[in-house]
């Protein structure tokens, strides 16, 4: 079976998919969004005796007591080690679901249908698992492949245009760090007007030949993570609040600051940093926080995955289309960074 299947009828796949694999029970983890908007999509062609099973929806719910419902859930429901399990969601769901199906019984068989544009280009391809744990992001978590991604631009009509735009970071990622030729044709000024699939596909394109030369993030795998150091800590510190920042948004204020850092560690040039900078603050506006906000924010980036000891490992472009890997880059830095976006 290919692991990643694009559809644009999901329901018919699905039944396809379902037809050619055997299993005991089938179990389907959604959010109450997904349960609402997305699910409906697909329920004509599940078994009549699937069981399903509904988390709150936000990644402030992406945690071990949340997991330890859904095991609890699937323990009452009798899953065996040949039952099958479909996770209907964003990044959170498939993150999560993909992770408590792979710790119950020492793993079973799991299907990821992501659905919205940042699990579809993000989260679906690369087997990364996990969940948040005492405030850090995906602290907890291993590797494993699903049976199959199912990516239809089809749940695209039912996201909020946040939630979209959040997407769109990360396309915008992909084509800084592999791909400038990719970078130059999307669309800014109209980002909505796009031909979804067709920027699905290459986005998943490109992810997929990182993750396959690097499956363990290693070495080249790394470049994948540009924008994340302190776009997690931003995410992380504001997850709470009434200030709450989707991933995109904070990824987008973390690919300002490393390109930032860039210009200053890896000769990314002052024309560039200006393109990446215009672009980002053109379609996600400029987020402004106080600066009792920094130290918090300091300190989660010395707790980021790809730090050796107390260095703090940055993933840095050489220009647009190229990024290396493994930059140190030390707390004064990183402060000097974020205070270059807090003046633009």
């Given at each position: 079976m290919d692991p990643v299947i694009f559809s644009n009828s999901i329901a018919s796949d699905l039944e396809k998919v379902l037809q050619g694999i055997s299993f005991s029970k089938l179990f389907v983890l959604t959010d109450q969004n997904t349960e609402q908007?997305?699910?409906?999509l697909l329920k004509s062609v599940l078994p009549a005796k699937t069981l399903f099973y509904s988390v709150s929806a936000g990644e402030k719910n992406k945690n071990l007591s949340t997991c330890a419902a859904i095991w609890s859930a699937m323990t009452a429901a009798a899953l065996d080690?040949?039952?099958l399990f479909i996770n209907i969601g964003g990044g959170v769901i498939g993150d999560m679901g993909g992770f408590c199906a792979s710790i119950y019984k020492r793993g079973i068989r799991f299907i990821n249908i992501p659905t919205?544009?940042?699990?579809?280009?993000?989260?679906?391809?690369?087997?990364?698992?996990g969940v948040d744990f005492e405030g850090l992001k995906n602290h907890l978590g291993t590797f494993n492949e699903p049976e199959t991604v199912m990516i239809s631009p089809e749940f695209l009509s039912t996201l909020p245009e946040e939630e979209l735009r959040s997407g769109y970071a990360e396309i915008i990622k992909h084509g800084l760090i592999q791909d400038k030729a990719y970078f130059e044709?999307?669309?800014i000024e109209n980002w909505k007007d796009q031909d979804w699939m067709e920027l699905i596909q290459h986005s998943v394109g490109i992810k997929k030949q990182v993750v396959l030369a690097d499956p363990k993030e290693a070495g080249l795998r790394k470049i994948l993570n540009f924008g994340h150091t302190i776009g997690?800590?931003?995410?992380?510190?504001?997850?709470?609040?009434?200030?709450h920042l989707l991933h995109g948004e904070a990824i987008a204020i973390g690919m300002i600051c490393e390109a930032y850092l860039s210009f200053q560690k890896t000769n990314l040039s002052k024309e560039e940093l200006e393109t990446i900078q215009n672009i980002f603050l053109s379609i996600y506006g400029k987020f402004t926080f106080s600066k009792a906000d920094l130290k918090p924010i300091l300190d989660l980036c010395l707790q980021d995955k790809k730090n050796e000891g107390e260095v703090l490992m940055f993933s840095l472009l050489e220009k647009i289309g190229s990024c290396t890997y493994n930059i140190p880059v030390n707390r004064q830095e990183i402060e000097e960074s974020i205070f270059y976006y807090e003046n633009l």
């Open positions: 908007h997305c699910l409906p080690r040949k039952a919205t544009l940042l699990s579809q280009v993000d989260a679906s391809v690369g087997g990364k698992l044709k999307l669309k997690h800590a931003f995410e992380s510190h504001f997850l709470d609040g009434p200030k």
